[in-house]
């Protein structure tokens, strides 16, 4: 098990108690990641088994690593007819890059190349492969007429979001079959359904210093709880530290001091594009987005550990540091 998978194993606490209904719960490895499902209710197994499919299925089309995966064909031929789910979730990342004027941005394909964040073979880009890999980004490169997408010169990458839709599409399966009471972790990304006897879910948020102790917990029902972090994937080089997260505009880790971001709303795939994006905006130009998201709860932790907390989540995020409030 790589550092990175151990850590998200301790990196969320989702605290179960005993249940009243019947409970399922099951594990699998998708999406370069361990996922983590507790449903309870009457078809609960049946549930997993269409959400372990509907996971597999999603991996196989969004990985791009992966040679007969539909993104890589879409990203190689340029152009391709493409699925109902390829189609939505590329129209779903437009949408929030639209929104963060382009901080989100899933065309970043080829500066993360050069990265090496996909097969962990990391190094530092020069100047010069980065001047040509920057002008290969921007999401007004892709073009859409009905399933048929073309790319102009650039290439997709759904590693900041495709865990998000998968966590949409999970919660839509649990809900076809009726159940009302479930908790899942996708990696970082959380899903609390209805409550948990009575009470709310209690998620842990990763302290991004010590990342096998929580900062504080969220008590949510019906919520996503998405963290992006710099923990998550890094490499030191020359004593410098490099992250996964990169700002589309310059190809380098955002020039700000945010460790980790996370977002509390109800749709995984939208929180999991911000907490991406919130990374590279840092935590001024987020707050000026968020002024007409009441719907939204963020909380930031910056390099020194502060805490920044949008102040409507202040009844349900519980800690013992220090917070200070943002958009009070
Ligand atoms: P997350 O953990 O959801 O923040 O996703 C991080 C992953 O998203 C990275 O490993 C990259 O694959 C991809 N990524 C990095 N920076 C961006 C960005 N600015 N916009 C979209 N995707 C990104
Ligand atoms: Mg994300």
Redesign the pocket.
């Known amino acids: 098990m790589n550092k990175f998978k151990f850590i998200l194993l301790f990196c969320i606490i989702l605290i179960l108690s005993a249940c009243s209904h019947p409970a399922a719960q099951k594990q699998l490895f998708a999406m370069d990641t361990y996922m983590n499902f507790n449903v309870k209710g009457k078809n609960s197994q049946e549930a997993l088994n269409k959400i372990c499919d509907e996971i597999f299925n999603l991996d196989i089309i969004f990985d791009r690593n992966e040679k007969s995966s539909e993104l890589n064909t879409l990203n190689q031929s340029k152009i391709s007819n493409v699925s109902d789910e390829l189609l939505d979730i590329i129209q779903q990342s437009i949408d929030i890059s639209e929104q963060t004027n382009g901080?989100?941005?899933?065309t970043?394909a080829p500066v993360?190349d050069l990265w090496g964040?996909?097969n962990q073979n990391y190094k530092v880009p020069s100047d010069d492969e980065l001047k040509l890999s920057l002008n290969k980004i921007g999401y007004k490169k892709i073009y859409i007429t009905g399933n048929n997408i073309s790319l102009d010169n650039t290439e997709i990458?759904l590693?900041?979001?495709a865990?998000g839709y998968a966590a949409d599409k999970t919660i839509e399966i649990l809900k076809e079959y009726n159940i009302e009471s479930a908790i899942i972790s996708l990696g970082?990304n959380v899903y609390a359904l209805g409550n948990n006897d009575g009470k709310p879910w209690q998620v842990g948020i990763c302290d991004p210093f010590n990342t096998e102790k929580n900062i504080g917990i969220v008590e949510v029902e019906n919520k996503a709880v998405i963290t992006?972090g710099v923990y998550?994937?890094n490499f030191n080089y020359e004593g410098k530290f490099y992250h996964?997260?990169?700002?589309?505009k310059t190809g380098l880790n955002p020039n700000n001091n945010i460790s980790s971001v996370t977002v509390i709303g109800s749709n995984s795939t939208e929180c999991?594009a911000l907490?991406?994006?919130f990374?590279?905006m840092g935590i001024d130009e987020s707050a000026k987005f968020l002024i007409n998201r009441d719907d939204l709860g963020v909380i930031f932790i910056t390099n020194t550990n502060d805490l920044y907390v949008t102040y409507n989540i202040k009844n349900y995020f519980i800690t013992d540091n220090t917070v200070n409030f943002i958009n009070e």
């Open positions: 901080a989100f941005d899933i970043l993360l964040f996909y990458d590693g900041g979001v865990k970082g992006s998550q994937r996964h997260i990169i700002d589309p999991d907490s991406t994006a990374m590279v």
